[in-house]
Structure formats: C-alpha cells, structure tokens
C-alpha cells in the first residue's frame, strides 16, 4: 500500500521569487451558477512535491486542470513558470508546453504504438526530427522500465504500463512541471507501485510535482506539502508530518481519520 | 500450497471425433435440434427449386456462340429458352463506354490502366513519402483522367480534324457506359469524405454561424430525394442561371451527388466523433497540440475507424445511386444497357442486360465490402473502448 520511497528525499522551500513555478492569486471558478473553486492562493515553487487531497467532488481535479487550461477559471489569477493564463493562445500554448499532465484513466492514443505515442507532440509541437524524437522517447520509455514494449499498442498494455507510457510521453515534451491526476487510482493494487516507484524516481530528480492522489503512504514519504480541499476551498496545507500528526480543522481530521482507518 | 496438482504429466488429447470434421460441423450447425433440422431441410429444397432452372438458363441452355440475333431465335422467330449472351457480347463496348466514339475509347482504356498504374505503389508497404505520393495522385489523377475522357483540341465544326483527331473533344454528353458509372461514383466517393468531415466537424462547432449553417446543410440535403436533387440540377438550375452561362450538365449532376453523399457521410463521421472520449480530447491539448493537429492526428483517425463499415455503407448506396443519372438523359451503365435493349436488332433481350448490369453492380459493391472488412482488420489495434 505504501509507497516505496526508500530513498530520503531532500525537502527544500525556497521563498525566492524567481524559484516560483506556479501562482494563483484569488482564483475562482464556476460551473454555470455552481461556485467550485473559491478563491485559491497557493504558490509552487520550483522542484516543490505537493500533494493535493480531499473528499470527492471538492475540486481538486479542476484546479489542477486550470493549471494547463483544460478548465477556465473566471476570477483572479494564474502564472505558471512567469507566463500569465489569459485567453491569449500564445500563453496557453507557452504553458502548456511547459507542463505535462498524467490522467486517472491514461488517456493514450489507442490508434498509435506506444512509440508513436511518445514521439507525437516533440515531432509536431517541438518540430524535432523524427529520429531524434525516438531517441528521446526511448530513453523515457526505458526510465520508466518499458523500452521492450515500444512497437506494442497501448491495448495490448496492463494497466500500469499503460500508466507509465503516458508518463513517459509526457517527459519526453521535457517539462518543468509535472501534474497527476488521480494517476493510481484506476489501477489494480499490484500495479499501484509500479507507477509510484516511477513517480518517486521523477521526484528524485527534482521536478516540480502536483499530485492529486488518496496514497497517502506517497503523500507523507514524497511530498514536501500537502493540500487538502473541500467544497472548493483550501482548508489547511502543511507539511506531511505536521499535516497527519495535528491537522488543524475539523474537516481535515474527518477526511484524515476516513482515508487511513480502512 | 499443499495440494496443487502437478501439472504437465498428462499428454494433450484429441478432441472428441463428433466434434470435429464435416460431421461435427453439421452436427453442430445444421442438425442440433429439431427445429434446426427441420430449417435445414426446407434449405435445401428451396434451393433445390431455385438453383437448377436457374443454371440451366444462365449456363447449360445458354447461348455463347453467335454473333447476331438471330442466333438466340428459333427458326420461327421466338427466342430460345437460354440466356442469349451474345446480346452482351455485341453491345458490350456500348455499355462500357456509352456513346463515347469509337476511335477514342482507348483513351478511357488509358485512363483505366492509368489508374491502376499509379495507385499500385500505394500498396508498397515501405515506400518512402508514401503521404505526399497518396496526395500527389489523389489531385493529379483527376486532372490526366478528365483530358483524357474529355482531350485537349477543341476543332470547329467545320474543320474535318473535329471528327478523326486523336485527341479532339469529347463532350461530356457522349460519355457513358461503365466508365460514366465509375467516374461518377469515384467523383462523389472521394470528395463527399472530406466534406463530410468538414460537416460533421462544422455540426460540433461552438460558433452558431457555423453549426447552424452545417445543420441546416445536412438536414436540407438529406430531405431531398437524390431524384430530385439531379432533376433540379439539369433543368431547373438553368432556368436561374443568366442567359448564356451553362455549365456542364454532367458537372451538375456530380455537384449534386456530392453534396448529397457529403451530408450522409457528416452525419457518419459525426457517430465516430461521438465515440471518441473525453480524455483523448485533453490529453492531445494538454500536449500542446493545437485544434488541427488534434484533429487531424488524434481524433479523426480513431474517429474514422470506429465507422469504417457505416462509411462503406454510404459509399455502397452512393455507388448503386449513381444510376438515378440515367433518367436525367445520362447513359451511364444502367442507361447504356436500357439503350441496348431498345436496340432494334435487339429487341426481347432485356433480361441478360439487367442480368449482367446487376451482375456488374454487384461485382463492385461485393468488392468493396470486401475490402472495408480487410480494412477493419488491418487497422484493428487491440483497444479496448474505454
Ligand atoms: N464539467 C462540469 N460541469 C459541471 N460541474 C462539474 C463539471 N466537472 C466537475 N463538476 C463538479 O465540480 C465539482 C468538483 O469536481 P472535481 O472533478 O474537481 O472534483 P474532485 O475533487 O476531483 O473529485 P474526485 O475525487 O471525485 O475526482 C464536483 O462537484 C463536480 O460535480
Ligand atoms: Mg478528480
């Protein structure tokens, strides 16, 4: 159940303005008339672990997402690696080419090899030649252990393979900041390590992570903070120990003592 | 742990004979119950009825040899039992090439082999640039195959050149026979797929200029009759058109049956778009790509795959459709063969006309069918829908 992080992990918090990668100054948003985010401030910093919790339907999935702009927040602001979100195309563009994002249910390109999968966005976003591109893919595919599965189809895939495929394909746009949504929780208990181990070892190497996630084994091992949401706010962030040994509001500790004792 | 069987002692069996071979099949297939037996046995005796007369018309008391009419007749006039074939045989450049002249149907001939010529290296697995060739011949095609049909040397009436050169004119009112039907249906296959997609993707659209507008297409076309959109295409189009502007009524006519398909094949491609999740949408954007490439290298290609039959279909119905021109004046393979037996020399043979013109249809429907299945199975990549 726990994650497999032996290795320590050095915590660092730098407060220096130019070590931000992302910030949200007084975000909202809505759907139609339902108010689902309310008013996030939260600052990452560069190489920063933050783990984000939460009871179901409190909205961690969108902010997330309004981080690259699958969703559209409608009040305050958002500035990811010093580029503002606005409407502007370019921008989104910008951002998105600097953060990769890894989905619950994978969301490969079923159509395409694993390969192809991987090589795609370099040849036709970064224009990178096709030979190169490979090159890269491969030396993704073999960090996250499955070089020998390059020429399969993503359906002929267990699922945690699958997993690490889509990981892989994001690292191969090399981003600076990764997010995870959920990226276990479509998985079979078996597989569950076999994406961690591959998360932690991107932590190791110091990229920025945003990780929605209910393995809090992987939350108190890998995160430098962690977040926990409700009803569209940030109730209380802290750091791992801190937040599962005196979690401060209420709501946290119900959410807590719900998630650990089953 | 304790009483796993071991395994890999026991030697592999054959299966039982009553399950296998001609008798297992039957057994399982034909007779398993009563009711299936009793299925089976009317078959076969329908068949039994069916098939003989209808062998003995088309092969054992059929008439191969001859070359006149009068070869398929009794000697007191009446036509023999047997399909009279040699009907076919004598009007079959009539019903290739319509009234195309005589002198220059090697210039369809050369198109033909053209065709086949040019799209075979298509079929090489590994060629290089493979896209841009398949590009290249999909725009070039149509333009040598249009001077071929049509030539290049526009002679006055006058000048005797206007009926022996090799390469005059031929209006577009003389073309016919199968080469018609072909062309016609290739016209439309080709370009309704695209226009489809652009429909369909128009129909999705959040700008209401744009989907309204698709809408509006699609229901408008798909309303109408084909029937009725060709009579309207040949002779009240005209009718609002300026004086002395007149475009080729063949032109017309393929404009019709495009645009026609085109709004079947949106509504197609709009299923296969409906298939595709959520998820495959925004992981294509969450790597940057943009609306087009998503589209183009993400979504329509599964989108296309999941309607491959639905696809063919439509382009099955298209092919079979395209004889409706015949009523609009055009001598297309049902309108050469409708010449044929009007042909005095000819008269009483109308059955082996429909015979081999449904046989001819059927030949190319069959085909394909055939080939969309072998489609299916080469692009089948083991996905599960998710
Ligand atoms: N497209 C949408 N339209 C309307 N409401 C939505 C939409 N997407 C999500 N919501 C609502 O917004 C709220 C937040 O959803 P979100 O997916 O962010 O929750 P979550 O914290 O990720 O939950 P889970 O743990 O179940 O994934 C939920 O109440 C959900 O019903
Ligand atoms: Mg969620």
């Known amino acids: 159940m726990t ?18 990668a992302i910030q949200m100054i007084g975000m909202h948003k809505w759907y139609g008339e339902f108010h689902v ?9 560069r190489g920063e672990r933050i783990v984000i919790c939460g009871p179901s339907g409190s909205g961690k999935s969108t ?8 969703e559209e927040h409608q009040k305050g602001s958002i500035v990811v690696e010093g580029v503002e ?3 502007n195309v370019k921008n989104i563009d910008a951002i998105r080419r600097e953060v990769g994002m890894v989905f619950q249910h994978f969301n490969l390109f079923p159509h395409l090899t694993v390969l192809e999968n991987c090589t795609l966005a370099p040849i036709w976003v970064k224009k990178m030649p096709k030979k190169d591109a490979e090159e890269v893919a491969m030396k993704y595919l073999t960090r996250v252990r499955i070089p020998e599965q390059a020429a399969k189809y993503p359906g002929q895939l267990s699922g945690g393979q699958q997993q690490r495929v889509a990981i892989a394909r994001s690292l191969c746009m090399n981003p600076k900041i990764m997010l995870f949504d959920e990226p276990t929780s479509a998985l079979d208990p078996e597989m569950i390590k076999e994406v961690l181990d591959t998360m932690v070892l991107l932590a190791e190497e110091g990229m920025t992570m945003l990780v929605v996630t209910h393995e809090m084994g992987f939350a108190r091992t890998v995160a430098n903070r962690i977040i926990f949401m409700d009803r569209g706010e940030i109730v209380e962030q802290n750091e791992p120990s801190e937040f599962f040994k005196n979690p401060k509001s209420e709501r946290t500790r119900l959410f807590l003592s719900q998630i650990l004792h089953h | 742990m304790t009483t796993a069987v071991e395994t890999g002692n026991k030697a592999d069996l054959p299966p039982p004979a009553s399950t296998v071979g001609v008798v297992g099949w039957m057994r399982e297939n034909l007779f398993s119950s009563w009711r299936s037996t009793v299925l089976t046995l009317l078959a076969v005796y329908l068949l039994y009825v069916a098939i003989p007369p209808l062998l003995q018309w088309t092969v054992f008391d059929a008439i191969w040899t001859g070359n006149e009419a009068k070869d398929c007749k009794l000697p007191d006039g009446s036509a023999k039992d047997g399909a009279c074939w040699i009907f076919i045989k004598a009007w079959i450049g009539g019903f290739m090439y319509g009234l195309y002249p005589y002198d220059l149907r090697w210039r369809v001939d050369v198109a033909a082999v053209l065709v086949l010529l040019m799209f075979a290296p298509l079929a090489v697995k590994r060629l290089p640039f493979k896209n841009i060739y398949g590009v290249a011949v999909i725009l070039l095609y149509p333009v040598v195959a249009y001077f071929m049909f049509r030539g290049f040397i526009d002679f006055p009436l006058s000048d005797p050149q206007s009926t022996t050169h090799p390469w005059r004119v031929v209006e577009t009112s003389k073309w016919g026979g199968l080469a018609l039907t072909l062309l016609i249906a290739s016209v439309g296959i080709i370009a309704s797929l695209p226009l489809g997609i652009l429909l369909a993707l128009g129909r999705r659209s959040h700008m209401p200029i744009v989907s309204t507008f698709s809408v509006l297409f699609i229901e408008l076309w798909r309303g109408v009759p084909l029937i ?5 295409s040949s002779v009240m189009l005209p009718l609002f058109l300026p004086e002395g502007v007149n475009f080729d009524k063949l032109l017309r006519a ?3 049956v495009t645009l026609f398909s085109s709004a079947y094949m949106a509504e197609v491609v709009r299923g296969g778009l409906q298939a595709i999740p959520k998820g495959q949408y925004e992981a294509a954007m969450a790597l940057g790509l943009n609306f087009v490439r998503m589209m183009a290298l993400i979504v329509m290609p599964q989108a296309l795959r999941y309607v491959i039959p639905s696809i063919v279909n439509t382009f099955i119905g298209l092919f079979k459709d395209t004889t409706l021109v015949a009523i609009i004046g055009m001598f297309d393979l049902l ?10 020399k000819w008269l009483g043979f109308g059955m082996e006309g429909y015979v081999f013109a449904a046989a001819l249809y059927f030949v190319f429907c069959f085909s394909m069918s055939r080939y969309s299945q072998h489609l299916e199975r080469k692009l089948h990549t083991g996905h599960k829908k998710r």
């Not at chain 1, 985010?37 to 910093?45: A, E, H, P, Q």
């Not at chain 1, 902010?63 to 699958?70: A, Q, T, V």
């Not at chain 2, 009725?228 to 309207?232: D, E, G, Y």
Request: glycine share 6%; with cysteine; aromatic share 4%.
């Open chain 1, 3 to 20: 994650a497999s992080a032996q290795a320590p992990i050095q915590k660092v918090k730098s407060t220096k303005s130019d070590e931000v």
């Open chain 1, 37 to 45: 985010l309310k008013d996030i401030n939260l600052t990452v910093y």
């Open chain 1, 63 to 70: 902010m997330i997402r309004c981080i690259n702009r699958l």
């Open chain 1, 85 to 87: 979100l606005s409407n």
């Open chain 2, 228 to 232: 009725t959109v060709l009579f309207m």
């Open chain 2, 254 to 256: 393929l404009i019709g």
């Open chain 2, 335 to 344: 309108g050469a063969i409708q010449l044929g037996n009007a042909d005095p």
